[in-house]
């Protein structure tokens, strides 16, 4: 698939793959765009019927087309096996390696095998609970002392 053009085209190969055809453009909807991978099946139209006049009006791969798909159910999917997918019970984006969302040329969140990243302010309502140790620059909950303090009942922090 020759992607560089404005519009798309591709080789397809008919009757056994005897007859072929190249730079056959490949027309899809619009804010959609796709490659598809080498060997997918095609439906193309003929302009005035002439079999050297085609363009792609839609392409199929069977090895990775998603299956078990509910009603009303949409995914976009790659030949990776990343997608995004509009289930009915949420959205559930799968990656390969690296999950990213940019503002512009900013990426503002991260996931990857080292954990999440978040390049912004953030702000929660609601309670936040950690299973491990949260620090604050080098100050750790856990492990965090503080030196000259006197024993006794009191309290510290806020008055009550």
């Known amino acids: 698939m020759n ?14 793959g005897y007859e072929v055809h190249n730079n056959v453009p490949v027309y899809g ?28 009006i839609a392409t199929h791969d069977v090895k990775t087309h998603p299956k078990n798909m509910g009603e009303g159910e949409t995914q976009i999917y ?12 949420g959205v559930v984006v799968s990656s390969k390696d690296v999950f990213e969302i940019k503002q512009g040329n900013n990426t503002i969140f991260t996931i990857d095998k080292n954990g999440v ?3 912004a302010n953030v702000k929660v309502t609601g309670a936040i609970t950690a299973t491990g ?7 750790s909950l856990d492990s965090h002392t503080h030196s000259g303090v006197e024993a006794g009942s009191a309290n510290t922090g806020a008055p009550q």
């Open 133 to 139: 140790d949260v620090k604050a620059g080098n100050i």
């Open 78 to 89: 790659d030949a990776n096996g990343q997608s995004l997918y509009l289930s009915v019970n």
């Open 3 to 16: 992607t560089k053009d404005t519009i798309h085209n591709c080789q397809i190969t008919q009757m056994a």
């Open 29 to 56: 909807t619009w804010g959609i765009t796709s490659t598809a991978p080498v060997g997918s099946q095609a439906i193309t139209l003929s302009g005035y019927g002439a079999a050297n006049n085609k363009i792609v």
């Open 117 to 119: 990243s978040i390049n």
